[in-house]
Structures are given as C-alpha cells and as structure tokens.
C-alpha cells in the first residue's frame, strides 16, 4: 500500500477524539505526496497524475493542483503549431506571467462540492498566502489558511481549531510553484511532443465572446482527453475539464475553474481566529513544544510513557501538561474538558498495541484508571488512548495522544444494580433501551443514556423515541476500530413534531433552510452557511419557492439523494454530512432511504424574533439502522453510542 493510500485509510477508519490536534498528521502526508510528484513522468497527462494524487492527499489539494494547472495549461497551449495566429500564443503566456492573485474552484464529477481556494503571491512570483476551503475531508468541513508565520486549520464540523508553522511546508510550496513555471513546462512538454506522445486540436470561434477550445490527447492515454477553455479576450484560462471516454461517450471526471485573476484578496482572508464560534477548542503549536520525547525509549516503551505522562498530568491536575500531551491543546480548554474527571490512580498501562490500519509508529495503549466520585464511589475507567510520534514536525521524535479518551466516557454513574448492566450482551443491551423508549420508561432508558438526563438531547429523544414500536433486533457486529458494537435494528416511530427553519436573510435573496428545531423552537440542528447561497436564475424553479415549498423540497431532496436539489436549500456541510451517512449505509448493507421518516410538511408560521419562518412538519415511519453501543467506561456497561 502507497504512503498517501495508507494514512487516508486511517484518516477514514480512525475514530479519534474531535479536536484541532488531529490535523498535524497531514503535515506529513503533503512531503509524501510531493516525493511521488517528483517521481511522476513528465507526460501530457501529467495533470492527471497530479490530480489523482492530490486527491488522495488532503492538504496537498491546496497546494500542487493550482500551480500546476495554470502554469502546465499555459504552456501546453505554445506548443499547439497549428493554431490561429490571432490566437495570441505569447500574449497567453505574458498574461499568465503577471498573474498574483487567482482564485480558484475544484470541481469533482460526482455532485460533491467544490474545493476552494485563493491563492496570492509577491511581486517576484513567490508564494506569500494561501486560503482553502474543503467541504468534505475525514475531519468534515475545515477552513485552512497559510503564510510564512503559520498554518490555521479551522475544524468547522469538529469545532476545532490549530496553529502551527512549518518552514519545511514553505520550501515544499515554493518548490512546487517554481517547478511548474510555464517555461519548464514548455520544455519537457516540447520533448512529448517531438517524441509523438501528444496531439492537440483547437477550435477558435470567431465570435470573441466564445472560448478557443484546445484538447489533448496523450498518445499512451488515448481514453484520456483533457479540454482548456480559454477567453479571447484576456488570453487567459477559464477552465480545464478532464475526460474519460466509457461506453462511447466522454465522461466528465473533473473540472477546474479560474476565477478573478488578479482581484487583490483582503488580508483577512488569510487569518481565521477572528471568525471562531466561541465553541472552538484552540489547539497552539507555535509557541509551545508538545509531547512526550522518546529518548532512548523504543516504540512500545514511548507510546506507553505518553498514556502514563496524560494520565499522571490530570492526577496532578496539571492541564497545560495534559495539553501538550494531546498535541498542544491549550490549558484553559483542557480544564473546562477533563476537570470533572477525578484521576486518583493508574491502575495500568499497556502493553502499547501497533495499529497496522493506522499510520506507520501509530500505537493504541490499553490503560485502567481511577476514578473518584465526589461521592467517594471509586470506579475504574477502562480506555485506549491511540499514541504517535511526529504531530511536532520540528520536534518528530516527541509522542502525542491523538485520541481515544473522551471525558465522557468517565464520567458515567455507576447504578445500584450494576454489576446486572455489566453483564447484558450488547443485543441485550439494545433490546432493553428500545423497550425502555416503547414503554416511556425513562428511568430504565436513562441506564443506557450516556449524558445528562438533564440536556436538552434527553427531552429531544424521548419526544423522538417514546411510544415506538420495536419490529426486530439484528445480530450485534463490530467494524473496522471502533471500540463499541453495530446492533441493526427496525423499528416504527411514533408521529413526531418539528419545525424546519426557513429564511431568506441572504444575498440570494431567496428561502433557504437554517435549522431543524423542536415544538418548543429549541434548536434540534442549527445549520449555518459559511458562504451565501447560490443565486438561482429566476426560471429555477428553487428561486421562488415558498418556505413550505423550500421545506418540502429539502426532504424530498434528501430522500432521492438528489444533492444537486439539496446544495441549493442546505448549507453544504449539510449536504456532505449526509452524503457520508448514506455511503456509510450502503456500505453496512443498508438502504439510507429507509433510515428516513415520511414526513408531513405543515403551515409555516412567521417568527418575529427570529426573523425566520418555521414550518411545521411531522415525522412517521419505519427507521432501520444500526444502533452503536460501547462499555469502554469507567461503569463497564454498554451505553447508547450512535444510529439514531
């Protein structure tokens, strides 16, 4: 398995604690993935090997895609002799010469939003800012901005947020932007051509409001086309879609899309702590060094003092320490996190398990903790901290825990009856909690409740839950490294109450959907857009549509996984949050359709105070899930865990 192939499995199969540390990982991906460029055969598709790894490779997504496409684009357009004179071959290459500013949009064929960035440079060509914007990744929607200083990786789905800086991520950018100036390129693609490898043909219109069309075809690859459009009148590409041909037909893999040459990006674009939502937990490696060094420890020994060091900081009560033993979280948000926990004893600590799914040192340690109620109830948390070294690429030989130890998993009470829910199977398990909710029984429903019967979330489900009617339980089955247990099951809801929130507050000027809120219009699932809406055309027919109808539209949309309807009513995060639900459904066997309530969409109803219309809706229906369950808690019984 290639380096890139083996950390996007984990980066898939990991179930890690959702906090900004974990971005540091692909850090080391962004030198692999430049490796192999390096070692990529300078061919006509060399775009294509470009995209496919960068693809594979998160954060190098933001980095050799667009200098690569501008300056390769550019260049393999010089090399076409039987172009029109008035096509201006020179001009193309003098006006992508002054280019310092370029925002650019990645367009995958498979409905998925667009990657973003904006890209700005100095007056000599180097690179001095990057921002880039990735709707879906492992760690869900994230925000990622880069200048010499440092590196911001906003975490938008795990409300999480890092800074760290990288003087070997600087040389590595630069290297990428000079290696693909256009006169290189021109180069070696002179070399391809002369070898025969490819043949282009172009169409110029004569009408300059139309693009001159240019497609390659490389000889080896002839299945392979790629198409650059280019305005006549800037001499400048507007886009570039790749092709492969199937069946007959040209299937339409990718598309890159070239905006606002050289419109100056406002400075703060490239800064994002000002923009954090007061729930962010703000991970700092800029001015600390975190972890725990190795020293003359081997692998084992290391990964098991790093889960000894953790627990022994939050004995102590010594949360900067904790932080920096969990990749440079600061103090104030490992207290506010880990306070309530009260570590009295380290029972034990090992032995440090290789995780061969994970990255190459990635280590889980089994540990036993514990824990002292305020009550003096003394209980023992069972945990598996997942440990690495390298999260520090100015100090790689220091170990850092990158997951595995919720809080929540801690601060479970222990029941009178205890030692009766250790014992359930997790079939058991789940039979007792679904019959619990049919019986509105919240007593018993709470044994398996893994918060506060307090929390709103409580309230929510026993509205959602109580009264249903249990159609079967499956066999429980475990999957990949979650700690915890899948138990499939069916069951018929009771008719539920919601209200979805409806504006149109935005630019668009048009309804779109805010929120899905409760009878008492608590919010149930706040949907935020981090950019406007798409202005529609005014015959679309989403354009004018009412807030029932916008409500309407958004389940239906969602019911026949029609994202092209549901990108113009939700926030993107919505859309790929869902998105990668139903992969996860179809992938466990299951029908996601069938995990959607009918829903009867009601009267909307004006909210002054919200400046917004809630529509009234009810849900009923039969859902068929898996229900997740885990005991890796200090009360050693399984708990309600997911696939609700």
Known sequence: ????????????????????????????????AQAERKQTPSAGFFLLNTWKMIMRTPMTRWTAATVAALALATSILVLDKTAPKAFGLD???????????????????????????????DESGHVAKIRNYQPMTEDGAKLITWTPERTEVWFQTKH???????????????????????????????????????TLETQQPDDKGQPIKITMVGKNMPAFKRVYLIDQKTDLITSIETYRAKDGKDVLLTRMEFLDYNVPIDDKMFSLRDQLP???TIADQTTQVIGVAQGSLTDEQAAAQTAREFFQALMNKDYKKAGLVMG???????????????????????????????????????C???????????????????????????????????????????????????????QLTPKQAAEAFFKACATKNWDEMAKFWPMSTTDEKFERMKEYLGGLEVVSIGEPFQKDSY???????????????????????????????????????????????????????????FAGMSP???????????????????????????????????????????????????????????????SAWFVKCRMTGVKKWNLAVRNDNSANRYLFDGGL
């Open 483 to 541: 700690p915890g247990w899948y138990v499939p099951y069916e069951i018929k809801l009771p008719p539920t109450d919601i209200n979805v929130k409806v504006s149109n507050t935005n630019a668009a000027k048009r309804f779109v959907v805010n929120g899905l809120y409760d009878t008492k219009l608590q919010p149930m699932e706040k949907l935020d857009w981090t950019t406007e809406p798409e202005a529609l055309a005014g015959d679309d027919a």
């Open 278 to 280: 007061a729930d962010v």
């Open 160 to 198: 999480g947020f890092l800074t760290l800086h990288d003087d070997k991520l600087v040389k590595g950018m630069q290297d990428l932007l000079e290696q693909n100036q256009p006169r290189q390129a021109v180069e070696k693609l002179k070399e391809e051509q002369k070898a025969g490898k490819v």
């Open 548 to 610: 029932a109808q916008v409500a309407r539209a958004y389940f239906d949309a969602m019911t026949k996984s029609d994202w092209v309807a549901m990108r113009k009513l939700a926030p993107e995060s919505d859309v790929e949050q869902t998105k990668q639900q139903y992969a996860e459904a179809k992938k466990a066997g299951l029908d996601p359709a069938s995990a959607l309530p009918a829903v009867e969409v009601g009267e909307a109803v004006w909210s002054p105070a919200e």
């Open 368 to 422: 036993q903790v514990e824990i002292t109620r305020p009550d003096g109830q003394k209980t023992t948390w069972k945990t598996a901290p997942y440990v690495r070294p390298g999260d520090d690429r100015d100090h790689p030989d220091r170990w850092n825990i990158t997951g595995g130890v919720g809080p929540e998993q801690a601060d479970i009470k222990m029941l009178p009856d205890n030692k009766k829910y250790e």
């Open 91 to 121: 001009q193309v290459i003098e006006a992508s010469k002054g280019i310092r500013f370029l925002h650019v949009k990645m367009h995958p064929a498979n409905d998925q939003a667009p990657i973003e960035f904006w890209i700005a440079s």
């Open 328 to 366: 440079g979280e600061l103090e104030k948000y490992m207290k506010a996190e880990y306070e309530k926990m009260n570590v009295t004893a380290i029972i034990s600590v090992g032995p440090a398990l290789l995780q061969t799914n994970w990255v190459k040192r990635g280590y889980m340690v089994p």
């Open 1 to 32: 398995m290639r380096p890139n192939e083996q950390i996007k499995k984990w980066l898939a199969d990991m179930k890690a604690k959702p906090s900004a540390q974990l971005d540091a990982r692909v850090y080391r991906a962004i030198e692999e």
